[in-house]
């Protein structure tokens, strides 16, 4: 799959430095021949991403706001000066106030609750609207990024099990909205990752440990893995498949226990 994306161009959001899971998608499309743009939000994250932009051969960076209108508005249209059409969207976006990340879910409050869902559902919702117009005429690809924790539960995952609850609907729906217009809408699941956002959730190195010792391929996932999965997908090999949650996470999401010896 070396040339598999020459010629086709996309928009990365959410690369917050080299261990996102963002740059690793990136990397992978770039080294399978796509144009890349990012996005990012505030001057801080500007300065991180713009050295990587760089590295890959983007100059077009967008800071983008996924909570205003008016920023998203003006990102796209600023995307669509440079590029008219775009083949693919990256969407790895998610935010919870970290100190809801641990402890009892009963706690959520109700602030938190709506921007975590906003944030980490809605926006793709919201991206994918304003994508649509660069993509209906050629067709394109829709990706987000889930976890299992949307529909098993993981501790301290809290809200967020219900935010990627939400994104995988939602990920379904667009996939039936936009099918006829040539648009397949995809997400990818992960096990646990060391990311800047992982770090984020209480226990986060007990649950990459504990994977990593029972996952089948008895390994976590690695961002080489996750970018291929996502060039198959925003290739012309994932010509077919839309609507999925293709799991990446050394088959952990089969599991009903641990391994035997970990009991």
């Known amino acids: 799959m070396s040339n598999s994306m020459q010629g086709k161009r996309g928009l990365i959001m959410g690369v917050a430095n080299d261990r996102s899971i963002a740059w690793g998608i990136a990397k992978a499309m770039h080294d399978a021949g796509a144009e890349l743009a990012f996005t990012y939000q505030g001057d801080a994250f500007g300065k991180r991403v713009q050295p990587l932009a760089e590295s890959v051969g983007s100059d077009i960076l967008l800071d983008l706001d996924v909570t205003d ?8 249209a600023e995307l669509a000066e440079s590029w008219p059409t775009i083949d693919f969207l990256v969407h790895a976006i998610a935010y919870s106030d970290k ?75 667009l996939a039936n909205d936009l099918g006829p217009d040539g648009i397949r809408v995809n997400a990818i699941s992960p096990g646990p990752m060391k990311t800047l956002a992982g770090a984020a959730i209480g226990g986060a190195r007990k649950t990459y440990k504990h994977t990593d010792q029972n996952a089948p391929l008895r390994a976590n996932a690695t961002l080489e893995a996750i970018g291929g999965t996502a060039v198959y997908l925003a290739s012309d090999a994932g010509a077919c498949t839309s609507g999925e949650v293709i799991h990446v996470d050394g088959g952990y999401h089969v599991l009903g226990m641990p391994q035997a010896e970990n009991l």
Do not use: C, W
């Not at 209108?69 to 796209?76: E, H, K, Q």
């Not at 980490?120 to 304003?130: K, M």
């Open 69 to 76: 209108d008016a920023s998203l508005d003006a990102g796209f």
């Open 99 to 173: 100190s809801e990340l641990t402890g009892r879910f009963i706690n959520t409050s109700r602030d938190n609750f709506k921007h975590s869902l906003e944030i980490s559902a809605y926006s793709f919702i919201d991206v994918a609207r304003r994508a649509y117009p660069l993509m209906r005429d050629n067709g394109g690809t829709l990706l987000t990024m889930t976890y299992q924790g949307s529909n098993k539960v993981v501790p301290n995952y809290n809200v967020m099990g219900v935010a990627k609850a939400a994104l995988e609907s939602a990920t379904r729906y």
